[in-house]
């Protein structure tokens, strides 16, 4: 019953929406909310990841795991946003898959510095100019982000 409360400015709205959303994350009422940034975070995560690994030229065909699993975390994200069912079923699998793929990237960009000439034993040439070893890490926290989503609840 919107037209029965008071007309408010448009700063006391904003002040009001701001309070709603600070009480939903205070309780735990993030779902909804989280699921929509873990969808729009993968898709510019999955961006980023793709135009690194072209650049490498896809040397190692492990390079097209991040790009396939972007796109069913995008949707398991919108999914999650609009169905609960969604949140709590096909959004932990796919973020699931994508922390354990970030995990994998964080070992294969490992291994990729210890390759080239001298190892880690020239770690201040070859971690700089080598794979790099951080950004697997995004793809981890992005997956987190889904997983986090799945078991909080819905905003109100």
């Known amino acids: 019953m919107r037209w029965l409360r008071p007309r408010r400015e448009p700063a006391d709205e904003a002040t009001y929406l701001l309070d709603r959303m600070v009480r939903n994350v205070r309780t735990g ?39 396939v ?28 898959l994508y922390f354990a793929n970030g995990l994998m990237g964080q070992y294969l960009h490992a291994r990729g510095i210890e390759r080239k000439p001298g190892g880690w034993s020239a770690a201040t040439y070859n971690v700089p100019m ?11 926290m992005v997956g987190g982000m889904g997983l986090l989503a799945a078991i909080l609840r819905r905003e109100r």
């Open 29 to 67: 009422r993030f779902e909804r909310s989280l699921s929509a940034l873990t969808a729009v975070s993968a898709l510019v995560t999955g961006a980023e990841i793709y135009s690194e690994h072209y650049r490498a030229s896809f040397g190692d065909p492990w390079m097209w795991s991040p790009i």
């Open 130 to 140: 080598g794979p790099p070893l951080m950004a697997p890490g995004l793809m981890s």
């Open 69 to 96: 699993l972007t796109p069913p975390l995008v949707v398991a994200g919108i999914g999650g946003a609009f169905s609960r069912r969604w949140a709590k079923t096909v959004l932990p699998v796919t973020a699931g």
